[in-house]
């Protein structure tokens, strides 16, 4: 009983510099905007703040935010499976040497990255250059929808295809090779044994590619030219142009309500996923 005492006091002593961290990078920061988004320029309690996030402006930039995240994990699951089975397929995710090929641009400054895009995808960048040399006509991708695509799928690919890979390598061959024996082909072992068994993992991968999506403004400013406004994009701006901070911390609040019910939504068919695939 008392080395259970003293294991569990250790614990918590151990757990106390988590505990601090928690609480002045996460817990007091909430508050704050919390405080700040219930607080008009007046300094009364309004909702103002908050239901800003229907005006026409604030609304559409929702709505394109909305639709980049949508897209971008889309894009990102129809390029994740492929590439996941062709690994699993050629055993390559064991010998660790394609994980560290995908992994890898990910150690590079994220906003290096996005400016190598920005160098490709502009008017008179390699892109264009490639396609001039080749006889074909030039694209206008800079400073489109097109290209922050690109951008966010270019970024959060890894974040979608990792969780994919590791619940996919966790099928048992046999499962696979059993649907074989009884006649199935590969497109019915995908449908019916890879894809039911992986959807943990696409789940997990799904909220950590849309959320961030989603809430992204860095890469709609350089690839987007500061031309189409993501709810990111006029959330950094109320803090750093119209210095009207209530209006801002309303706005971010309304975002993370949007994306806390996203993720309980999500995290809830995650794990009737996993009681059916243990089923």
């Given at each position: 009983?008392?080395?259970?005492?003293?294991?569990?006091?250790?614990?918590?002593?151990?757990?106390?510099?988590?505990?601090?961290?928690?609480?002045?990078?996460?817990?007091?920061?909430?508050?704050?905007?919390?405080?700040?988004?219930?607080?008009?320029?007046?300094?009364?309690?309004?909702?103002?703040?908050?239901?800003?996030?229907?005006?026409?402006?604030?609304?559409?930039?929702?709505?394109?935010?909305?639709?980049?995240?949508?897209?971008?994990?889309?894009?990102?699951?129809?390029?994740s499976y492929p590439l996941v089975l062709a690994m699993r397929?050629?055993?390559?995710?064991?010998?660790?040497?394609?994980?560290?090929?995908?992994?890898?641009?990910?150690?590079?400054?994220?906003?290096?990255?996005?400016?190598?895009?920005?160098?490709?995808?502009?008017?008179?960048?390699?892109?264009?250059?490639?396609?001039?040399?080749?006889?074909?006509?030039?694209?206008?991708?800079?400073?489109?929808?097109?290209?922050?695509?690109?951008?966010?799928?270019?970024?959060?690919?890894?974040?979608?295809?990792?969780?994919i890979f590791n619940a996919v390598a966790e099928i048992n061959?046999?499962?696979?090779?059993?649907?074989?024996?009884?006649?199935?082909?590969g497109f019915t072992v995908f449908c019916k044994v890879i894809?039911?068994?992986?959807?943990?993992?696409?789940?997990?991968?799904?909220?950590?590619?849309?959320?961030?999506?989603?809430?992204?403004?860095?890469?709609?400013?350089?690839?987007?030219?500061?031309?189409?406004?993501?709810?990111?994009?006029?959330?950094?701006?109320?803090?750093?142009?119209?210095?009207?901070?209530?209006?801002?911390?309303?706005?971010?609040?309304?975002?993370?309500?949007?994306?806390?019910?996203?993720?309980?939504?999500?995290?809830?068919?995650?794990?009737?996923?996993?009681?059916?695939?243990?089923?």
């Amino acid at each position: 009983m008392i080395n259970r005492l003293k294991s569990v006091n250790k614990r918590i002593w151990l757990s106390g510099p988590y505990a601090v961290w928690v609480l002045g990078f996460t817990v007091i920061p909430l508050c704050m905007i919390i405080k700040a988004a219930l607080t008009g320029r007046e300094g009364g309690f309004t909702f103002g703040n908050i239901v800003a996030i229907f005006d026409p402006i604030h609304l559409k930039a929702m709505l394109f935010s909305l639709e980049i995240a949508a897209g971008c994990t889309l894009l990102c699951i129809l390029l994740s499976y492929p590439l996941v089975l062709a690994m699993r397929q050629l055993n390559m995710g064991k010998k660790g040497f394609m994980m560290f090929v995908l992994i890898l641009p990910m150690w590079m400054n994220f906003i290096l990255r996005i400016l190598a895009w920005q160098m490709i995808l502009s008017n008179n960048g390699i892109l264009n250059f490639l396609l001039r040399s080749a006889g074909l006509h030039e694209l206008s991708v800079a400073n489109t929808g097109t290209a922050i695509m690109i951008g966010v799928v270019y970024d959060y690919l890894p974040y979608m295809m990792l969780p994919i890979f590791n619940a996919v390598a966790e099928i048992n061959e046999d499962l696979i090779e059993a649907a074989r024996d009884l006649g199935a082909n590969g497109f019915t072992v995908f449908c019916k044994v890879i894809f039911p068994l992986s959807i943990p993992g696409l789940l997990s991968g799904i909220v950590m590619v849309f959320v961030p999506s989603m809430t992204s403004f860095v890469i709609s400013d350089i690839l987007g030219g500061g031309k189409l406004q993501l709810i990111g994009n006029v959330i950094e701006q109320e803090f750093t142009k119209s210095m009207n901070q209530n209006l801002g911390s309303g706005l971010s609040v309304s975002l993370m309500i949007f994306v806390l019910i996203s993720m309980a939504f999500t995290m809830k068919n995650d794990r009737e996923g996993k009681r059916s695939a243990i089923w």
